[in-house]
């Protein structure tokens, strides 16, 4: 967030700091978890490592996630949600509940084609 920008309409501000390919679906992982980096690897196998990884500075940079270092050989690497990236559940949760609907919707116009 030390990067604040100028928004014209309020739908902005989220969607460019959830915006992001991965963005939505790392948060969604990090509800209720906190993960290693390949555990996201795992997650989300279409996100190569540096976009992930990009994703991730990103996140972090707008205090959205914690990134905790260890110091333990191999180095261990964990993110999980910061208090301030909790306020976002309910938009990934309703953000859920919209998706399940559409595919809900779509299953039922492919199934009467």
Known sequence: MS???TFNC???APISIIGGK????ILYHLIDNTLRFNELQKLIPQATPKMLTQQLRELESDEL???TVYPVVPPKTEYSLSEFGK???PVIDAMCDWGNNYL????TQNDSI
């Not at 809900?104 to 299953?107: D, I, R």
């Open 3 to 5: 990067n604040i920008k």
């Open 87 to 89: 306020s976002i559940i």
């Open 10 to 12: 309020p739908i902005e």
């Open 22 to 25: 991965y963005k939505a679906i």
């Open 104 to 107: 809900k919707k779509a299953e």
């Open 65 to 67: 996630i914690n990134r």
